[in-house]
């Protein structure tokens, strides 16, 4: 028996961005929505049991009926508890929603597919969203094809986007707790008359207080566009994107903060280009980025690995750990939250930045700080007499997870970000096809970035061993270390 879980977090769902679902390919194209509710709704099939009366997660669960397998049971599942209960069951309820339904302060809101047959050329068909109370009593808020939907969580509006005619562009309207339509906007006035291409109209999510209401415009997979509407004037703030590489799996939204977790992880479509990704060895950076103060934070870095991240809060982030295969949770501060756009210490600098390979212009304290040499000194167990000019000359340091992390060059030894690519470089191919048979492949060919040893195999660089470990930013972690105010 299959079971479809909606999860509705702290009242309100807060799903994974994905494209907006389209009707069938064998029905027709979308057309013009009905607005207004129907007061009535036929009566639940079976008696309607309240759900868990204790607040906090809950998840919508579809199954077939285990008494009539043409309509569907709907139960409600507390996430803390685990309890389970049957809230109504209907007809016509349309699984394939990926967003079919929400729970709200004891209502139920369900997408149902009304009159739709499987290979019909019939047209008269629509997608409805009803809202059923705990007494099993429903009310039709809004009928189209192919619509998507958010309820706010103390249910004062219900965003929806719906294509209004047959050219297929859709729209974002407000409605009513009732279904009235309160307020429109097509795509140019959310933000796409500066691209060319028509984008398409998605819907993130509302803020806890239900006063702000979050979106998106894209194209293909990518988002391009942020948009932001007040609930309370219907103002309109856009943010163009498009140079954060935003997609699917890979972001995830504070609609209460405005900010946006997102990594440059690409977007690929098959598992031979995934593949390749990884023997490449290319640094994937997640970010924090502030709507409004325009500021990005960076967070961690890994080898070739996606971080599929989410806010978990105000003021932190879970994501996959770069060096591992759970999950890992990183604080996530901002730069407006200290009030300060510059720092002289190095210690706050970093607290309020996060992560950053090198000190960037608000960092305005001395290039190496005294307390930083001398940190240096302890952990490096340098002679008392070595001059705090030359230990300060060859020190180097960064921000890596909110921490000041220094490295001490001395004999040459590679601070600088290092070459982790297992891909040979076109020196190295030139010089094992005149040394087909050579047991190492000089640094100059190489590049002294590397970590690898390599050889000359029948012609062919190859990796002898792996020589240096790196950190997650992709420096040699014998070399770095966490210094302590």
Known sequence: MTSIVVIVSSCVQSSSPVPSPQPPTSTPTPSTPVLSPTPTSPPPTSTPVPPPSKQGDFEVVTQPSSQDTSKTDVYIRNSNTGEESLFITLEDVYIEH????????GNLYIIRRI????????????????????????????SAKGFDFRAASNESYIAVTYSPDESGTRRLAFLSSQGDLVQEFTVDQLGGSDFQDTLACDLEKWSDDSRTFWGTLGWGPASLVFYRVMADSWQVDTYDVSQLHVHPAEYDLNANTGRLAHSDYPVMFDMQSVEEFEASQQPVTLSVYDFDGQSTQEIATSVAKPFNPRLLDDSSIECDDPGGESRIVYPVSSIAETGQDQFADSFTYCAAVGTIDAPDERYTGPEVPEEMVEALREELEMPDDAPTDWVAGGTFWRCMDGKVWACFVGANL??????????????????CEENPTSDFIPAAATGHGTIYEWRCTDGKPQIVRQVFETDAQGFVSDFWYELSP
Do not use: A
């Open 98 to 105: 990926y967003h079919n339904s929400e729970y709200h302060n």
């Open 115 to 142: 009159g739709y047959e499987e290979g019909s050329s019939d047209e008269e068909w629509s997608d409805e969203l009803w809202r059923y109370d705990s007494q099993g009593q429903g009310i039709r808020l809004h």
């Open 414 to 431: 590679p601070c600088y970000k290092v070459d982790t690519s297992q891909t040979p470089s076109p020196e190295m191919n030139d010089f």
